[in-house]
């Protein structure tokens, strides 16, 4: 009974490969987005989505590309994967896309990405 | 857009001593503040919040202080435990902000049996 899951955990791959992480929620919630944090442990969000639709997307290299098929499913896929990829990526959701009190975020438990 | 500054980013307790994480973000229109706990291998989860229209929030053994003026917050933890050690985040948004949370760099906390 996950609210937020995420697969894989671990994804170790060599640069240059092309991955997915894929993540689903089942709160019901109308927004997901992807965090990544960083190996200072920096959190800083990449995209967000509001019922299947791009509402932020940061200043992310283009070789990232989150899918949306329906508004519990938010996957991430990166292709030509570099060094810098590195890092803890966070899938999470929220009950609507408005900051602020009572739209509580919740995290997934992270997709620990290692390219060598 | 709104810049939030965590300090310390390390802070080792006794067990049962107080503990104190501070914040200070820039955007005078944020009004919502709350504060996530990371244990090991695990997401962010929330702990506590606080909204701008209230100066102090208390929920067992944390409460958050808000200085709107000075433009910032803090994380109070009294009688630590063992399990209290986690990294902390504080967080800044306002209502309506499709960009949500800004956090700050995170506080490692160890508490020391």
């Known amino acids: 009974d996950t609210a937020v899951s995420q697969t894989p955990k671990y994804l170790v791959t060599q640069m240059g490969n092309d991955k997915s992480i894929k993540c689903e929620q089942n709160?019901?919630?109308?927004?997901m987005y992807w965090y990544k944090q960083d190996s200072k442990k920096f959190l800083k969000i990449m995209f967000s989505y509001n019922n299947k639709e791009l509402i932020i997307n940061e200043t992310v290299p283009n070789r990232f590309s989150p899918k949306s098929p329906d508004k519990a499913h938010l996957n991430l896929h990166i292709n030509s994967l570099e060094l810098g990829d590195s890092a803890v990526y966070f899938c999470?959701?929220?009950?609507?896309?408005?900051?602020?009190?009572?739209?509580?975020?919740?995290f997934g438990e992270g997709s620990w990405l290692t390219v060598v | 857009g709104e810049n939030v500054e965590q300090h310390p980013s390390t802070l080792s307790v006794q067990e049962g001593d107080s503990a104190v994480i501070k914040c200070t973000y820039s955007?005078?229109?944020?009004?919502?503040f709350p504060w996530y706990k990371q244990e090991l291998g695990k997401g962010p989860q929330l702990i506590i919040d606080i909204r701008s229209n209230v100066g102090e929030k208390k929920d067992q053994r944390i409460a958050v202080t808000l200085n709107k003026t000075a433009k910032h917050f803090s994380l109070h933890i009294t009688e630590t435990q063992p399990e209290d050690s986690a990294v902390y985040f504080c967080?800044?948004?306002?209502?309506?902000?499709?960009?949500?949370?800004?956090f700050g760099s995170g506080t490692q906390l160890t508490v020391l049996p």
């Open positions: 709160l019901g919630h109308d927004t």
């Open positions: 999470a959701s929220s009950p609507h896309r408005d900051g602020g009190f009572g739209n509580t975020i919740y």
């Open positions: 955007d005078s229109a944020s009004n919502y």
């Open positions: 967080a800044a948004s306002k209502v309506g902000s499709a960009r949500q949370l800004t």
